[in-house]
């Protein structure tokens, strides 16, 4: 397993890809309007459970639970926005997770089962409630140590609730 360094744990809510830098200050923009509208909130932070599925597991993640859908509208808002600038909506479902660890390609099959038989016990885990009150646009660069996360802008929440 590898574990994602504390200081790189995110809840990505639009993959960009390889982004030009011509267009960071069109996605800065869509970010501040949907701040804009936006007030903070709480999410709960628990489950656990891997992607693809659970015969394969190779992203170990934590749930966030969204109990008043105000993720989901800030997400679609984004989703929307970039949308209106030509980028290419997500295929899947959005799934608020924070990822804690991918499995390393070279473990065999025992790895999977080890994998989960803990997430099997940590099921019900339930770490609190954390707020949420800004976006932020990052670049990532990947290295052998794992990737290294550059803000490049930020849009904090200026909504009434």
């Known amino acids: 397993m590898r574990w994602v360094h504390p200081t790189g744990i995110h809840l990505t809510l639009k993959f960009l890809g390889a982004l030009p830098a011509a267009s960071v200050p069109e996605v800065a ?5 949907a701040a804009s ?3 903070p909130f709480s999410l709960t932070v628990g489950g656990v ?12 993640w934590v749930g966030l ?10 997400h679609a808002s984004i989703e929307s926005g970039c949308a209106a600038i030509g980028m290419a909506p ?13 499995v390393r390609r070279e ?8 994998v989960r038989s803990v997430l099997d016990d940590e099921r019900a885990f ?7 009150d800004a976006v ?14 550059t803000r490049l802008h930020s849009a904090a929440f200026r909504g009434s609730q």
Request: with cysteine; proline share 10%; aromatic share 6%.
């Open 49 to 60: 459970g891997c992607f693809p599925n659970g015969r394969n597991p190779r992203v170990v």
């Open 126 to 132: 339930h770490a609190g409630e954390m707020l949420a």
């Open 29 to 33: 923009s869509v970010l501040d309007q």
């Open 90 to 102: 997500e295929a899947r479902p959005f799934s608020p997770h924070l990822t804690l660890g991918r």
């Open 37 to 39: 509208a936006q007030a």
């Open 65 to 74: 639970e969204d109990p008043t859908g105000r993720l989901r509208l800030l």
């Open 136 to 149: 932020h646009l990052f670049r990532s660069d990947l290295r052998p140590t794992g990737a290294v996360y």
């Open 107 to 114: 473990a065999g099959p025992e790895a999977a089962g080890v």
